[in-house]
């Protein structure tokens, strides 16, 4: 059996065959491919024509999805920034100079 589903970024998919989930992670027109995430973490990709060969359907997320984010608390899942000044966004990189007592030779 195969899909009239698109794929759908952040939207879950079952694979009605294996029984597994996975949700739709990238997409890439030019290439014609779209990039999944396995509940486990696994990343995988098809070709936009086998997509539409696989025998899935939209289905809901996991009762724990963020398993294959490996967050273990809730509330790290925000956006919230605390330890970084807004000035250090633009600074380039090579400003921040390595401690001296990591370099030293032994």
């Given at each position: 059996m195969?899909?009239?589903f698109d794929p759908i970024i952040g939207n879950?998919?079952?694979h009605m065959d294996k029984g597994q989930r996975f949700r739709v992670v990238t997409i890439?027109?030019?290439n014609e491919?779209?990039?999944?995430?396995?509940?486990?973490?696994?990343?995988?990709e098809y070709e936009?024509?086998?997509w539409y060969q696989l025998n899935i359907e939209?289905?809901?997320a996991p009762e724990?999805?963020?398993?294959?984010?490996?967050?273990?608390n809730v509330e790290d899942l925000g956006t919230d920034i605390t330890d970084?000044?807004?000035?250090?966004?633009?600074?380039p990189l090579d400003v921040f100079a390595p401690h001296s007592d990591i370099l030293k030779e032994e």
């Open positions: 195969t899909t009239d879950w998919y079952c890439d027109d030019k491919t779209v990039g999944v995430q396995d509940f486990d973490g696994s990343l995988d936009i024509e086998t939209p289905c809901e724990n999805w963020s398993g294959p984010l490996d967050v273990s970084t000044r807004a000035a250090d966004w633009n600074e």
